[in-house]
T-cell receptor, first 113, second 118 residues
Framework: AQSVTQPDIHITVSEGASLELRCNYS??????LFWYVQSPGQGLQLLLK??????LVQGIKGFEAEFKRSQSSFNLRKPSVHWSDAAEYFC???????????FGKGTLLTVNP | EAGVTQFPSHSVIEKGQTVTLRCDPI?????LYWYRRVMGKEIKFLLH????????ESGMPNNRFLAERTGGTYSTLKVQPAELEDSGVYFC????????????????FGPGTRLTVL
């Protein structure tokens, strides 16, 4: 069965600092991997996705993620965090005939001024 | 273009009552998914429609939950009778279908319905 682990429930960073959110997955085949963000009162918004090819993927809002098969990881990074990045971030793996998503528990990001 | 919409945004009901949640997908999206997030837990898949047909309802918790998608447009999720453990946020998502390919199409999520059962 597929699963996703986000080991950090809550992370606090200062504005302008770099950010890395961790994600480990378990999946029997080549996974489709995603990062979603949810701001208060909003739906989940797709930040980036990995299907195949280049293991470093670029997303919206200056985010990037790197797929490391040997470590079963798909960590999200941003070089300089903005106050508007404060939100909850979800890593997900998808696949199978209907592409349903399996999510991690989420990481809540707080940005200090 | 309008995104995925869900109604109501919040619902507070007593244990034993019935609640119906509605999801309007993006126009032209034949895939429709329901997910749920119970507080402190991960977002979990409930079921998947292709047009009006249920493709996968392996995530439905029990027979108190009934999902429909008559006409292949909007979908409803009814909980009857509601229990305390049904409290959480219910998300709907939709995506297009790319026939004849194995490409994955992005799921667009609605803002969710927060259900509180007292």
């Amino acid at each position: 069965a597929q699963s996703v682990t986000q080991p950090d429930i809550h992370i606090t960073v200062s504005e302008g600092a770099s950010l890395e959110l961790r994600c480990n997955y378990s999946y029997g085949a080549t996974p489709y991997l995603f990062w979603y963000v949810q701001s208060p009162g909003q739906g989940l918004q797709l930040l980036l996705k990995y299907f195949s090819g280049d293991t470093l993927v670029q997303g919206i809002k200056g985010f990037e993620a790197e797929f490391k098969r040997s470590q079963s990881s798909f960590n999200l990074r941003k070089p300089s965090v903005h106050w508007s990045d404060a939100a909850e971030y979800f890593c997900a793996v998808g696949g199978g005939s209907n592409y349903k998503l399996t999510f991690g528990k989420g990481t809540l990001l707080t940005v200090n001024p | 273009e309008a995104g995925v919409t869900q109604f109501p945004s919040h619902s507070v009901i007593e244990k034993g009552q019935t609640v119906t949640l509605r999801c309007d997908p993006i126009s032209g999206h034949d895939n429709l998914y329901w997910y749920r997030r119970v507080m402190g837990k991960e977002i979990k898949f409930l079921l998947h429609f292709v047009k009006e047909s249920k493709q996968d309802e392996s995530g439905m918790p029990n027979n108190r939950f009934l999902a429909e998608r008559t006409g292949g447009t909007y979908s409803t999720l009814k909980v009857q009778p509601a229990e305390l453990e049904d409290s959480g946020v219910y998300f709907c998502a939709s995506s297009v279908i790319s026939p004849g390919t194995l490409s994955y199409n992005e799921q667009f999520f609605g803002p969710g319905t927060r259900l509180t059962v007292l």
